[in-house]
């Protein structure tokens, strides 16, 4: 194979190129920044681009491809050094022609729409059994990802119990943790640009210990991605340093509501034991409530 990228081989061949598989070089196109397209199936393909699968085949060929796994490791290829050489997607944070609140509402509800539209549901579900079944749970996430950590424990410790929260690499306490850790457990890790270092090494750690990991990050390229055993992705686009989380949060609910289907009564009688506490040390002003006796 040589060098020439799959831009300028469509490019080169577009004059060429039969009305089928030009829909099919188009969806490729519009869709080359979307880290959606490097999994998708060739049959996905022609059903998004309106074909048959036997065009998408033909436009492989029609580009030098040998098949469509070929067209589809140049796609891949495209895609990475695009987020090699332009890793952040940025919007003018100094944009004064709208009211700030609606350009940031705008950007999270699109990169809601992005996240909804590349989620596997059989990931999805994996990562909800690995979360079920682990005899521990370790939320992993270093500044300025740590947060997350915080609102992934407040809610995931009312369901199970022996969940670790780690969120700085402190090698003693880390190793005593590793240590006592059943082998049944699962790490659930945070990274985000700029990729904090300590997440990295803590995630390297639980790699080599053989600790199965649940990664959530924006990118298909993020550098935790090979070390982890299933991935969540929620993309992101900055309008400033300011990271757009929304999506993330909506993540975190929706493998803890997950976790909650699989078994409603254990988790109704765990909230009643937490509404019980919740009253009993007076933790709340609004005593006359139980989310366990409406769910």
Do not use: W
């Amino acid at each position: 194979m040589d060098t020439v990228s799959i831009l300028e081989r469509i490019q080169e061949s577009k004059d060429d190129l039969s009305p089928k598989q030009a829909s099919v070089a188009k969806f490729i196109l519009d869709n080359i920044r979307d880290f959606g397209i490097i999994s998708m199936s060739s049959s996905e393909i022609a059903r998004k681009s309106g074909v048959s699968e036997a065009s998408v085949s033909r436009l492989a060929t029609r580009l030098g491809y040998r098949n469509f796994q070929e067209l589809q490791e140049a796609i891949r290829k495209q895609i990475q050094e695009q987020f090699a050489s332009h890793p952040f997607r940025m919007e003018s944070g100094v944009d004064t022609t709208q009211p700030a609140y609606l350009r940031v509402f705008n950007l999270e509800q699109c990169l809601m729409q992005e996240t909804l539209k590349s989620l596997k549901p059989e990931v999805f579900e994996s990562c909800v059994n690995l979360l079920c079944e682990a005899e521990d749970v370790l939320l992993v996430g270093c500044p300025p990802n740590d947060f997350l950590v915080g609102y992934a424990h407040s809610f995931l410790c009312l369901y199970r119990d022996r969940v670790h929260t780690i969120r700085r690499l402190e090698l003693p306490s880390l190793g005593m943790l590793m240590d006592s850790l059943p082998r049944k457990s699962v790490a659930l890790a945070f990274s985000f640009p700029r990729y904090p270092q300590d997440t990295q090494r803590i995630v390297e750690i639980l790699h080599k210990r053989g600790v199965s990991v649940i990664g959530i990050t924006d990118s298909e390229f993020a550098p935790i991605i090979p070390l982890v055993d299933q991935y969540l992705i929620t993309p992101h686009k900055y309008l400033i340093i300011t990271d757009p989380f929304a999506s993330t949060m909506a993540l975190i609910h929706s493998l803890i509501v997950g976790m909650f289907t699989k078994n409603p009564a254990q988790y109704r009688k765990r909230l009643r034991m937490y509404e019980e506490y919740a009253n009993r040390t007076d933790i709340f002003i609004n005593k006359d409530f139980s989310f366990a006796e409406l769910i």
